[in-house]
């Protein structure tokens, strides 16, 4: 990893629009402003997380489901009965 | 001239691009989303170029009207939006062979503009939105 020391108001370019400036630092943290082109996405890594690893769920999960869950929304019935009825 | 993804077709104009990925499949950035009529409300995402990745979306008002998280303008400036009505939400769908456990990533909605044809899944960071709200009562 590359590891550079910068102060408040400095900054760092990274490739070809990227601008990444230190603008204040105290004892427990530091707030960072970032340039970037749309096609580049910046995110806080955990919350990245959180959406990545929900994402891979939702790829992988079997939608068998889905047709009588549909069917559920499509009689518009906010109170789907939780035995089967008849 | 129409394509196909297995039984899908699709014209080039159909295609959706999410230039900044969906993150967990960064490699996928072309879309087409379409619905089947057995499955309304519920909305399809497929991948059409790279790799093979499918999504099952939902309008989140659908069922929670109430849905208003807190989006940065900067992330919709990428969409170039000029009319809130070329817009279109969705969340992604994770179904659960329970049908009562499955959830809307309601941390994570879609942004369509259907002008540009251009998609971003923008992250919320919004304590009141999650990654898995049930979506039925």
């Known amino acids: ?86 | 001239m129409g394509h196909e993804v297995d039984q899908l077709s699709y014209m080039p104009e159909d295609v959706i691009r999410f230039p900044a990925g969906i993150p967990g499949f960064e490699g996928a950035r072309e879309f087409v989303v379409f619905t089947r009529p057995e499955h309304v409300p519920f909305h399809w995402m497929v991948s059409v170029s790279g790799p093979r990745v499918q999504f099952v979306l939902i309008n989140p008002l659908q069922f929670r009207p109430e849905y208003d998280p807190i989006i940065p303008s900067s992330e919709l400036r990428d969409l170039d939006v000029r009319d809130p009505k070329e817009l279109l939400l969705y969340t992604i769908v994770t179904v659960h062979s329970d049908m009562r456990l499955s959830t809307a990533n309601m941390a994570g909605p879609l942004f369509v503009n259907i002008r540009t044809k251009i998609g971003k899944q923008i992250l919320v960071d919004d304590p009141r939105w999650t990654t898995s709200e049930r979506i039925l009562p």
């Open chain 1, 1 to 86: 990893m590359l590891v550079l020391t910068r102060r408040p108001g400095e900054a760092i370019h990274i490739g070809d629009g990227i601008v990444v400036t230190i603008l204040e630092v105290d004892a427990k943290s530091c707030r960072i402003g970032i340039q970037a082109p749309p096609s580049v996405a910046v995110y806080r890594e955990e919350v990245y997380r959180r959406i990545q690893e929900e994402n891979r769920r939702a790829a992988t999960a079997a939608p068998e489901s889905l047709e009588m869950m549909a069917g559920l929304f499509r009689q518009g019935d906010s109170n789907p009965p939780d035995q089967p009825q008849g």
